[in-house]
């Protein structure tokens, strides 16, 4: 595991944090691990804004089915296949 150290955090943020661990009897050291934690966890929106850059850019690499889908103006979204049966 890593390690990080933040220089010139503001004295209110530390005793926010300090505080709200107390409530939750624990450590800041393990409240502030759950925030940072929770945080890198991409949202929804977030991956919708990936997405949305990613677009228009084409295939990333030569694939038939990819060009077929954007040939066909399929940019995104979920496709189902059928099974043979």
């Known amino acids: 595991m890593g390690q990080v150290l933040i220089r010139n955090l ?3 943020v530390i ?3 300090r505080l709200r661990a107390k409530r939750k009897r624990h450590s ?3 409240e502030l691990r759950s925030v940072l934690s929770e945080h890198a966890i991409p949202s929804g929106s977030d991956l919708e ?3 949305e850059s990613l677009r228009g ?3 990333m690499v030569n694939d038939p089915l990819a060009n077929a889908m954007l040939d066909a ?3 995104g979204g979920s496709l189902a296949l059928q099974s043979g049966d």
Do not use: K, N
């Open 15 to 17: 005793e926010t944090y």
């Open 73 to 75: 103006g399929i940019s």
């Open 10 to 12: 503001d004295d209110d």
């Open 57 to 59: 850019q084409g295939p």
């Open 49 to 51: 804004a990936e997405a």
């Open 28 to 30: 800041l050291e393990q």
